[in-house]
């Protein structure tokens, strides 16, 4: 019966001695299988998407100066910008002026410094002043958000209270209401 004893005892330390190596080479190659899995992701490079993305940014106060509503945000992470789709911006300036823009597509820089909007672009003033314009449109227009300009060297339609221009190429600052017509300027007024 002793004998019995031991060899059941030695039975059980081999049995558990077996399951314990089992055990750890089914973990380190499920382990290696997953990290070689997450190395071929290559995460890094990888970028995002947002359907019907709202996306707000603030100056260095905090205030609201651009609130963006896009149907499609999504990520280029090799050339560092971030795309937009059927955009519609809400731009405030230091002086409290409303502008609307709105684009089939635009890139917003990695600085957040620029917007790039391409494709039937219209930029609304909200204000009742006459000092800027009512509307500009273009095909494409570049928004540099720290200085409040916008320029463009495509044909651009500028659009006033008593009439309206185009031009090849423009420079707009939207606090200081400055205009600047690049070249082969036209336009129509009423007396």
Do not use: C
Request: no cysteine; charged share 20%; proline share 2%.
């Amino acid at each position: 019966m002793k004998k019995q004893f031991i060899y059941e005892k030695k039975r059980a330390v081999v049995l558990l001695f077996l399951t314990i190596t089992a055990s750890l080479t089914w973990y380190v190659s499920k382990k290696n299988t997953i990290n070689e899995a997450m190395h071929n992701l290559d995460l890094p490079d990888s970028g995002f998407s947002l359907d019907e993305a709202k996306i707000n940014i603030t100056n260095q106060t905090g205030q609201l100066m651009i609130s963006i509503l896009a149907e499609k945000a999504y990520e280029e992470p090799l050339n560092r910008v971030l795309n937009l789709d059927n955009i519609y911006i809400e731009y405030m300036t230091d002086n409290q002026n409303t502008w609307l823009l709105t684009a089939k597509s635009g890139q917003i820089s990695e600085d957040k410094t620029n917007i790039l909007l391409s494709g039937s672009v219209t930029l609304k003033n909200q204000s009742e002043s006459n000092q800027y314009p009512n509307k500009v449109t273009a095909n494409e227009l570049s928004l540099q958000i720290q200085n409040s300009l916008v320029n463009s060297e495509n044909l651009v339609r500028v659009y006033f209270k008593d009439g309206s221009l185009e031009t090849k190429g423009i420079e707009m600052d939207l606090t200081k209401g400055n205009l600047i017509l690049k070249s082969e300027v036209y336009g129509k007024f009423n007396p």
